[in-house]
């Protein structure tokens, strides 16, 4: 039983050796550098989409910020209550 672990290896080599191979398209090289040329330059456009709509929404709340001001109390719409002297 020594050499058995040896003698099943190898056989399992063997196999592997003798096992066809599938066949690649001679284009694969070109066909995945063009796919990911096009995912590259989509993920370009997606960043540069999310940059111009953030930098909008920032723009967006600090027009509105300077507008509204509402780090400033409202108007009192009444008067205060007198209190007695």
Known sequence: MVGGGDRKEQEVRRLLAAAARPRVPPDLL?????HGGRARRHERW?????????????VAFTVWAWTVEPWEAPPMRTTPPLEPW
């Not at 111009?52 to 929404?57: D, Y």
């Open 30 to 34: 070109a066909r995945a550098l063009a």
């Open 46 to 58: 997606r960043r540069l989409l999310l940059w111009l709509v953030l930098t909008a929404a920032a």
